[in-house]
């Protein structure tokens, strides 16, 4: 056979000394260079390629740097999964997850009914099957009726308007500004200490006025709250352990 000028399809799973590991190929207009990074959510690999990139340099990077991913790979906090009697932090305090079939069976799309945190438990109901979805949407619309109100306390001492909020599974950042004035948050906030929520509701709606990391930004930061000096080292530290659960 000639030698065909057509790029073979990189692969979607790599073998590593860790074990078999997903990987995601992605082009970005953005990107400058080939770059890899690991999702911290599940662990897979994430080729990222500027626009007239190769597949053949994600390759080339992929294969030089085996050592360093094994490494990091190993270096992830286990993995939570949404699973009857795992243990979720919710603001921060441990929660077992209880599964309680039963209620609100049989559609998995219905938000589900009964669904509740009581006396240390996070209670989620419906069949087995919906259990991680129901939990995930619970988790996020928990992370919504927190972060709302934050918003809005924050946007009247700022004396700006969010256009709107969403809460998003984000795998790199807490919160996003859009420059049209919406904002995005991770809906993982739930798990962290109020003070992380209201410093990063804060944050954000500095961005409203300060598109940017300038000293005004922070400025109008700390005015908007008192938890700036403890959330960032908090976040830092535990940013990798949160991003494991789910
Ligand atoms: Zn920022």
Redesign the pocket.
């Known amino acids: 056979m000639p030698p065909s000028r057509v790029e073979a399809p990189p692969p979607e799973m790599l073998m590593l000394p860790t074990g078999l590991t997903a990987v995601a190929w992605r082009r970005s207009a953005r990107a400058r260079r080939v770059s890899l990074r690991i999702d911290p959510r599940d662990g897979g690999i994430i080729v990222t390629l500027p626009a007239r990139a190769s597949r053949r340099a994600g390759l080339a990077l992929l294969h030089s740097h085996i050592d360093w991913l094994t490494a990091r790979l190993r270096a992830l906090p286990g993995a939570v999964p949404f699973v009857d009697g795992a243990v979720i932090p919710i603001d921060d305090v441990p929660h077992r997850l209880r599964h309680v079939p039963g209620h609100g069976s049989g559609s998995g799309s219905r938000p589900g009914s009964g669904s509740r945190i009581e006396a240390g438990e996070l209670v989620i109901t419906g069949a087995a099957e919906f259990l991680e979805r129901r939990t995930h949407d619970f988790l996020r619309a928990e992370a919504r009726r927190r972060l709302v109100p934050l918003v809005a306390e924050k946007s009247r001492v700022a004396g700006v308007r969010a256009k709107r909020v969403t809460v998003k599974d984000t795998s790199s950042r807490w ?3 859009a420059p049209d004035g919406s904002l995005a948050f991770s809906w993982r906030l739930v798990l962290a200490p109020a003070f992380v929520q209201d410093y990063v509701a804060a ?2 709606v ?2 409203l006025r300060h598109m940017n ?1 300038g000293k005004n ?1 922070w400025l109008a930061v700390n005015e908007m709250t008192p938890h700036m000096a403890e959330a960032v080292p908090w976040l830092r530290a535990h940013a990798a352990r949160l991003m494991r659960i789910g």
Do not use: K, V
Request: net charge negative; charged share 10%; with cysteine.
């Open positions: 919160g996003s500004c944050h954000e500095g961005h990391h930004f």
